[in-house]
């Protein structure tokens, strides 16, 4: 399984902006489809956004369609989550996942790599 690790998190103010990176390990990292899923105490973990192996099919979840940019860098073994028009509903741990097949899932069942998570505060 390819290792995971998110950072970027922090503390901002509604309306900002943060970006999120996701780093893989191996060379198999490029086989991998990526998701963001994240999570606030008490509830189930929710998608965010997903990317295709190649990075030509990217999905979003109605929530942050149009704020929320993900993308990928398969020679450095990364993915972004790039966050605007921030809102304190973003607050959450913020995880990013793989799942070693050519496309992402909404459904966290699906992906067997998880990295630590990264904490994002958006005060109002």
């Known amino acids: 399984q390819v290792q995971l690790v998110e950072s970027g998190g922090g503390l901002v103010q509604a309306g900002g902006s943060l970006r999120l990176s996701c780093a893989g390990s191996g060379r198999t990292f490029s086989s991998y489809a990526v998701g963001w899923f994240r999570q606030v105490p008490g509830k189930e973990r929710e998608f965010v956004a997903g990317?295709?192996?190649?990075?030509?099919?990217?999905y979003y979840a109605d929530s942050v369609k149009g704020r929320f940019t993900i993308s990928r860098d398969n020679a450095k073994n990364m993915v972004y989550l790039q966050m605007n028009s921030l809102k304190p509903e973003d607050t959450a741990v913020y995880f990013c996942?793989?799942?070693?097949?050519?496309?992402?899932?909404?459904?966290?069942?699906?992906?067997?790599?998880w990295g630590q998570g990264t904490q994002v505060t958006v005060s109002s």
């Open positions: 990317i295709s192996v190649s990075g030509g099919s990217t």
């Open positions: 996942a793989g799942r070693r097949a050519a496309f992402a899932s909404r459904q966290s069942a699906e992906f067997g790599s």
